[in-house]
């Protein structure tokens, strides 16, 4: 248990569906992160929160749509996806005097 | 971020120490090594990272060379339960990088099979 939660565990979805994942974190932090694990592929950056305020996005596709209402939960709204989107997402979250980033379980999607 | 270098797979006996390298050869001086794992289908999990001195938690203990070109991960006794795939990543501290967070660059990292 790292203190960051992340729902669904396993999502599958058709490509004109719209679903959201959700994270929250537990830890007091004020920086959360979205990662894309594809199969045999390195872990991949999406966004990047900072207080609440979005300071990266690693060119995602608009399909992909961030939300972070508050320090301690990071949406990440889903539509028209395409079955190549299928992997493993994985929230994170950090303090931003801190180097260590806690991780999520992640939510398995699946696009069909 | 400086790129770092791993073998892709290694194997260890249960109860051995296992010895993780990572090249790191481009690193910069205000660049941390940070080791995180990644046990299958779970997030990635922190396990220790260092400067240049060398560095023990209750996890495993960090090895620089003194020209800060390579380090080596050192899990003491490993268990079944230390395979993973772990990741060697050097990145700026937050307050050197101008403030604020900044995601981690994973590379390919190193498949540990700990042997029965």
């Known amino acids: 248990e790292t203190g960051v939660t992340q729902t669904p565990r396993h999502l599958v979805m058709g490509m004109t569906n719209k679903k959201s994942l959700k994270c929250e974190q537990h830890l007091g932090h004020n920086a959360m992160y979205w990662y894309k694990q594809s199969a045999k592929k390195p872990l991949e950056l999406m966004f990047v929160y900072n207080f609440k305020e979005q300071t990266e996005n690693n060119s995602v596709p608009s399909r992909f749509s961030p939300e972070c209402p508050n320090s301690s939960h990071l949406f990440l709204h889903l539509h028209t996806l395409q079955p190549e989107d299928s992997a493993l997402y994985l929230c994170?979250?950090?303090?931003?005097?801190?180097?260590?980033?806690?991780f999520g379980p992640g939510t398995r999607l699946l696009v069909l | 971020d400086a790129k770092t270098t791993q073998p892709t797979s290694m194997d260890c006996a249960e109860g051995r120490a296992a010895n993780l390298p990572c090249n790191h050869s481009?690193?910069?001086?205000?660049?941390?090594v940070y080791w995180y794992r990644q046990i299958h289908s779970q997030g990635p999990q922190y396990i220790i990272h260092g400067l240049k001195n060398n560095e023990t938690n209750e996890m495993a203990s960090l090895i620089i060379t003194e020209d800060r070109k390579s380090s080596t991960l050192i899990l003491p006794h490993a268990t079944l339960r230390d395979t993973a795939v772990y990741y060697c990543i050097v990145r700026a501290a937050p307050l050197d990088s101008g403030g604020g967070a900044d995601g981690l660059t994973f590379g390919k990292g190193t498949h540990l099979i700990i042997q029965p």
């Open positions: 994170a979250s950090s303090s931003l005097n801190q180097e260590t980033q806690y």
């Open positions: 481009t690193i910069s001086g205000n660049e941390y």
